[in-house]
């Protein structure tokens, strides 16, 4: 079953993946597969805290290739998102760890 892992992903690195610039998140590896949804939590370094921006990508390729120990770069492709991203928080919660998108069910892993 497809899982949704939240990244803690810095304001340099967020917006070009909203922008469609950047089809691609390097990360530290959760072991996420092609399929699963990542939530990118906006991070603003210099206040040291989140913002209340958020993305969900669908993962669509995943490789350690020339990667430091422990990462991996994972394609991804947005998840139609604006306030269907506040609804899913609301429907994680309800449902205990398990959300539904389009007829496929996901679990809800990894926190910040």
Known sequence: MPIIHRLKTLSEHFWPVVNGVMPFVIAYDQGSKV??????L??????????SNKIFVRVTYVTNFAQKEGYVVMGITPVEGGPMANILGQVQRDLGGRVQIGGLEFETEGSV
Request: hydrophobic share 25%; proline share 6%.
């Open 42 to 51: 906006e991070f603003d370094p210099e206040s040291e805290e989140y913002t």
């Open 35 to 40: 399929g699963d949804l990542l939530e990118l």
